[in-house]
Every structure is written in C-alpha cells, then in structure tokens.
C-alpha cells in the first residue's frame, strides 16, 4: 500500500469511527489536499486490496471491514459509539477495534431468537451459539456480501 | 458468517436454504478470530495479513483443513 492510499485508509476509518459514517471521496480529498480523482483512485486501490468495499458502480464505502455503512442484522455498541458489522465476525471485530469492550446483538437465522455477544475487558462472555460460515476461505471474496 | 442457537440450527437452516454445511466455530473461537483480526485495523501501520499468515492464525486458533485454506 502506498503512503497516500494508507493515508486515506487511516482517514477514512478515524472519520467512519467519528461520525458513524464514511467520508466521501470530496470530504477525503478536501482533508488530505488532494484532487478528487486522486482520492478516488485511492479509494479504488483500497478496494482491490480489499480494504474496503465500493457500493456497486461507485465511489461510495459499502464497507470498511469490520464496519458496515448500511444497517445489517450485526448492530454493536461499543465504548466509541454505536456501529452495524457486515458479520458476526465483524460484528465482534468491531468491538475488538473499539476498545474490546461492547455487544453484538444479532439472531438466529434459522429461529429468529435474539442471541446477544457480550465482552468486558477482552473477554467474551459465555454465550450459548454457534457459529457458521457458509463458504470456504478462499472464496470469501468471491461475493463478500455472502459468506 | 452468521450466528446461530446450535449446530441442529445450522443444519436445518442449511437444509432449508439447499446449502451444504460450511465451517463452525465455537463463540470464544470467534471472538479470538476477531480480535487478532481487527483489534490494530485503526493503525497507522497497519498491514493486510498475507494469506499465509492468515492460515498461520487459523491454525493457531484450531481452524484447519482445507476449508480454512487461503495461500495457493
């Protein structure tokens, strides 16, 4: 990753984290000094690596992993605000990123119970769940919306 | 990657949704997974895991086989 894509990778995330919500790439080129197409083709190279994830046929942050821009069935609160996780896996990432204490509330797909992810201090609190992950690793990218 | 109630769960929504049993892990698993993943994400210095480290992590955390694998 060059210097300018990790730095409006790092903007982006400390903006996301802010204020619940990515930066576009004009807030991004504005803060960081440079022309939009820069930033856009940052923002494209970050998703290439996948950093990040592009809403389809735009520039807009879908997801900057373990946060998701749109509201997911994986919303977590955490010492540093209220976030969706595109994932379980993201969901208690989220929590891991923001101070390692938080919960993910979520559902059983197949049941519809509520099942609650609770960690203090690092440590996950027992719960009683299971979880799956429907495609193997080398596919994950395949369709990242469905793993 | 979603959470269920149990194993009978994963099963039966599999079964439901003509989709083949992937991988399962226990929460703690998940958590530790997420932890050693995402904890450094805001860095700096942070760097993409190359796919070998990736599976050096699985491993370490009792994830192996060839479902978990990533490097070719």
């Known amino acids: 990753m060059n210097e300018t894509d990790n730095a409006v990778r790092v903007h982006l995330y400390e903006r996301f984290v802010a204020e619940g919500r990515p930066p576009g790439v004009a807030e991004t080129a504005a803060a960081l000094a440079l022309d939009e197409a820069e930033a856009a083709q940052a923002y494209r190279r970050l998703e290439q690596a996948h950093v990040i994830v592009l809403a389809p046929g735009t520039t807009n942050v879908w997801m900057a992993n373990p946060l998701s821009a749109v509201p997911t069935a994986f919303p977590v609160e955490t010492e540093r605000g209220s976030f969706f996780g595109n994932c379980i896996w993201d969901a208690l990432g989220t929590v891991a990123m923001l101070g390692r204490s938080g919960r993910v509330e979520t559902r059983c797909p197949d049941c519809q119970e509520p099942l609650v992810f609770t960690v203090r201090d690092g440590e996950l609190e027992p719960v009683d769940a299971v979880v799956h992950y429907a495609v193997p690793a080398a596919r994950w990218w395949e369709n990242i919306a469905f793993n | ?72």
């Open chain 2, 1 to 72: 990657m979603l959470a269920f109630r149990s194993e009978e769960h994963v099963e039966r929504w599999c079964r439901n949704m003509g989709l083949e049993r992937g991988g399962l892990l226990r929460p703690e698993q998940q958590w530790r997974l997420a932890d050693a993943w995402y904890a450094n994400r805001l860095a700096a210095d942070w760097q993409r895991r190359t796919p070998a480290e990736a599976e050096a992590l699985f491993a370490e955390l009792g994830l192996e086989g060839d479902f978990w694998r990533l490097a070719p």
